[in-house]
C-alpha cells in the first residue's frame, strides 16, 4: 500500500510551529499552551500508525443478468491486525450503477475477515468486468493514510431486454427440416392442402369419405408439409442516433434478442450477421445453444466507426443461405449498409427492413437553416425507404413506444398487399 | 483582533463550502493570531481559560476536517461512534496537557539560557516536522 499523509497533518504541525515560535518572539507561554494539542495528536498519530496489511477478494453472485436486473457483489475483507479505519470503493462500470453505499468507511478487526456487500443496477446491456477495487486506510487520528488499487476483475454479461414478440414473420420459403411453419409443399402435416384421386400406396386415414361419397371413388386430402425457415437477423451497426442512455443500436439489440428467441423456439435456424464498423457474424443454426451464442455476439455489438466501404460480399457464404428470411435491424442512417440491404433484395433473399427509426433522438437545429436541414434529413430518409418499397421490400418503423408486434403486422399487411398487387 | 477572528471564520466557512481541506489551516491560524493578539492586550485573568481555547481550536479543526470528507462516503454506525469517542478523547487529552503545560509555564523557573535554547529547539522541531510532513505530501 502507498503511504501518504494527510492534509490534516501538515497543518497540525505547521499550526503547532507557528505556535510555538510565537510563543519564543512574543514572550507569550500561553502559544505553547495553543501548541501543545496539536503536539499532542501528532506525536501520538505518528506513534499509533501502522501500516495495514489488508487482503481483499471481490466475488459476484452471479456473472450474467438482464437489464435492469441488479447484481449483489460480494467484498471480503481481511487484515492481520486491525485497521481502524478503511475507505472501500469499488469502480463500477459505465453500463452499471451501484445502489447504496459506495464508497463506504468501515471498521476492520485484525484476523476476522469481513463482508460487505453492494448491489449493482445492470442500467445497460453489454460485458462488463467487475472487481477494480480502491482501498484507502486510516490510523487512529487520520494523519496518515495507506491507499492500494486491488484488481478482482470478474466478469459480469447483462443481456438486453429482449423484446416480447408473440407473432412472428414466416419466411416466405421454407428449408427441409421439420419446423413449425407451413411450407408451400405438399407433405407430411396438419393443414390441408388440396384434395386428389387416390393412388395404390395411399393410406387409409387419408381419404377423405365425404368427397369420396359425393363424388364416388376415392379421393384423399394433401396437407402441407411443416417445415423450419432460416432467419438471418441483420444488424447494423455502421451509425447511431442516441440521447443520453436510450438509443437506435439498444433498440436494436433489444429486436434481435427477441426475434432470435422467438424464432428459436419455433424450431427456426436463426444466424445473426452484425454489419458494420466491426463485422460479425454467426451460421444460422437451432436449439438453446445458439440462443446463448447469439445473445453473447449481440454483448460484443458496438458502434465502431469506420470509413471503409463494405458490401455484403465480405460476408461468407453460408452465414446467409439461399432462401433465407433476413430480417434487418437499420436506423437507415449509412449508406453502406442500406446498399447492402438492396444487394440482397437484388439476390434474391426474403428481406424485411425494420426501421428503428432515429427521428425520436435527432432534433431540428435552430434557425431555419436547421430546420430545413432536418426536414431534408427526412425526407431523405424517405427516399431511401421508397427504393426499398420499390424493390418490393417491406419496410416498418419502429421506435421505443411502440410494440414489435406492430412492426410484425405492419410487414404482414405489406405482404398481404403486394400479394394482391401481384395478383 | 476582532477582524482576525472574523476572517479565521469566514475562510473555515469558504473552505468548507467549497469543500477545500486547504483551508482549515489558515482558518484556525487567523483565529489563533485573534486570541494571541486578545493574550497580548489581556487583563489579569485571561490565562485560566488557555488549554480550553486550546482544546476547542482543535475540536474546530477536528470537526472541520470530519465535515470536509466527501458527503457520499458513507460511514457504519459503529465507526461514527468510535471515531466521536476519539475525538472526544483527544479534545479532553489535549485539555489537561494543555493545563499541564500551562502549570508548567506558571511555576518559577530560573530564566537561562539552557531554557532559551530548549524552547528554539523544540519550536525548530515543530517547524521541522511541519516541513517533513508537507514534503512527505508532495512526494505522495
Not at chain 1, 146 to 151: C, H, I, M, Q
Not at chain 1, 201 to 209: A, E, H, P, Q, V
Not at chain 2, 101 to 109: C, H, K, N, R, T
Request: glycine share 8%; net charge positive; aromatic share 6%.
Amino acid at each position: 500500500m502507498t503511504r501518504s499523509t494527510s492534509p490534516k497533518a501538515g497543518a497540525y504541525a505547521a499550526l503547532a510551529a507557528l505556535f510555538l515560535l510565537g510563543a519564543l518572539v512574543l514572550e507569550l507561554p500561553e502559544l505553547v499552551v495553543l501548541a501543545a494539542p496539536f503536539l499532542l495528536v501528532l506525536v501520538a498519530g505518528v506513534a499509533l500508525a501502522r501500516e495495514p496489511d489488508v487482503s481483499a477478494t471481490v466475488e459476484l453472485a452471479r456473472d450474467r443478468a438482464v437489464e435492469g436486473d441488479e447484481v449483489e457483489v460480494v467484498i471480503r475483507l481481511e487484515a492481520p491486525e486491525s485497521v481502524e479505519r478503511i475507505d472501500v470503493f469499488l469502480a463500477v462500470p459505465r453500463r452499471l450503477s451501484a445502489v447504496g453505499g459506495n464508497p463506504v468507511a468501515v471498521r476492520l478487526p485484525g484476523g476476522r475477515p469481513r463482508e460487505l456487500r453492494l448491489t449493482l443496477r445492470c442500467a445497460r446491456w453489454g460485458a462488463a468486468l467487475v472487481g477494480v477495487l480502491y482501498l484507502r486506510a486510516h490510523d487512529p487520528l487520520g494523519l496518515f493514510r495507506w491507499e492500494a488499487r486491488l484488481d478482482r476483475r470478474t466478469p459480469l454479461k447483462v443481456y438486453p431486454g429482449a423484446e416480447t414478440v408473440r407473432t412472428l414473420l414466416r419466411p416466405l420459403e421454407t428449408q427441409v427440416f421439420t419446423g413449425n411453419q407451413v411450407a408451400r409443399q405438399k407433405g407430411e402435416g396438419l393443414e390441408f392442402a388440396d384434395l386428389r384421386p387416390f393412388l395404390p400406396g395411399d393410406r387409409i386415414r387419408g381419404i377423405n369419405w365425404r368427397a369420396s361419397a359425393r363424388r364416388g371413388s376415392l379421393w384423399v386430402n394433401e396437407r402441407h408439409a411443416e417445415r423450419n425457415g432460416d432467419v438471418v437477423l441483420f444488424l447494423d451497426t455502421f451509425a447511431e442516433a442516441r440521447r443520453g442512455r436510450a438509443g437506435t443500436l439498444d433498440l436494436a439489440v433489444r429486436a434481435a434478442g427477441g426475434l432470435a428467441a422467438g424464432y428459436l423456439g419455433h424450431k427456426d435456424r436463426v444466424g445473426f450477421v452484425s454489419f458494420g464498423g466491426v463485422l460479425n457474424w454467426l451460421q444460422p443454426s437451432t436449439g438453446t445453444l445458439q440462443l446463448y451464442r447469439i445473445a453473447d455476439s449481440l454483448l460484443d455489438t458496438e458502434i465502431v466507426l469506420n470509413y471503409a466501404w463494405k458490401g455484403v460480399d465480405v460476408l461468407p457464404r453460408r452465414t446467409l443461405p439461399p432462401q433465407a428470411l433476413v430480417v434487418a435491424l437499420t436506423p437507415l442512417l449509412d449508406a453502406r449498409a442500406t446498399t447492402a440491404l438492396l444487394d440482397l433484395r437484388a439476390r434474391g433473399f426474403d428481406l424485411v427492413v425494420v426501421d428503428v427509426s432515429p427521428l425520436p433522438y435527432v432534433e431540428a437545429g435552430e434557425g431555419e437553416v436547421g430546420e430545413l436541414a432536418h426536414r431534408l434529413w427526412r425526407l431523405q430518409r424517405e427516399a431511401v425507404r421508397g427504393r426499398y418499397e420499390r424493390a418490393g421490400v417491406p419496410v416498418a418503423s419502429w421506435d421505443e413506444r411502440a410494440p414489435l408486434a406492430a412492426v410484425v403486422e405492419e410487414v404482414r399487411a405489406f405482404r398481404r398487399h403486394a400479394s394482391r398487387a401481384r395478383a | 483582533m476582532a477582524a482576525a477572528g472574523v476572517a479565521g471564520v469566514l475562510v473555515l466557512a469558504l473552505g468548507l463550502a467549497l469543500g477545500r481541506a486547504g483551508a482549515v489551516g489558515p482558518a484556525v491560524t487567523l483565529v489563533g493570531a485573534a486570541y494571541t493578539a486578545f493574550l497580548l492586550a489581556r487583563e489579569e485573568g485571561a490565562t485560566a481559560r488557555v488549554p480550553l481555547c486550546a482544546a476547542i481550536l482543535l475540536l474546530a479543526a477536528e470537526l472541520a476536517y470530519w465535515a470536509l470528507e466527501p458527503a457520499r462516503l458513507r460511514a457504519e454506525r459503529t465507526l461514527t461512534v468510535r471515531r466521536a469517542l476519539v475525538l472526544a478523547l483527544a479534545a479532553s487529552g489535549s485539555a489537561a496537557l494543555a493545563l499541564l503545560v500551562l502549570a508548567a509555564s506558571s511555576a518559577e523557573a530560573r530564566p537561562g539560557i539552557v531554557l532559551e535554547l530548549a524552547g528554539a529547539a523544540a519550536a525548530a522541531g515543530a517547524v521541522g516536522i511541519a516541513v517533513w510532513l508537507l514534503w512527505g505530501r508532495a512526494q505522495a
